[in-house]
Nanobody, 118 residues
Framework: QVQLVESGGGLVQAGGSLRLSCAAS????????MGWYRQAPGKQRELVTA???????NYADSVKGRFTISRDNAKNTVYLQMNSLKPEDTAVYYC????????????WGQGTQVTVSS
């Protein structure tokens, strides 16, 4: 069973940048879709962005033009580059895997906190 471990979270001022990493304990090349979710206090978990095994990506409207997802299959790692951060981006960010491309994310990391100060 592949395990996912996020890193790179922290405290940053508004307008700053962070890069999150999601390292998998096994190969991710066969995983159809990798995604980043986030959950802010008192809110539901939401999908921020996802990337297919072929490289196609999609983004939530709230992060388009600011966030970039990428995957390095050789390193079994998925990245989330976050630029122009806003206080409303504050949340716990989770990496997730949809192994079969079914739309169901069945592998999750433990999450990493991102806090953006105004």
């Amino acid at each position: 069973q592949v395990q996912l471990v996020e890193s790179g979270g922290g405290l940053v001022q508004a307008g700053g940048s962070l890069r999150l990493s999601c390292a998998a304990s096994g190969t991710i090349s066969s995983i159809k879709r990798m995604g980043w979710y986030r959950q802010a206090p008192g809110k539901q978990r939401e999908l921020v962005t996802a990337i297919m095994s072929g490289g196609r990506t999609n983004y939530a409207d709230s992060v388009k033009g600011r966030f970039t997802i990428s995957r390095d299959n050789a390193k079994n790692t998925v990245y989330l580059q976050m630029n122009s951060l806003k206080p409303e981006d504050t949340a716990v960010y989770y990496c997730a895997a949809d192994k079969y491309g079914s739309g169901v994310y069945d592998l999750w990391g433990q999450g990493t906190q991102v806090t953006v100060s105004s």
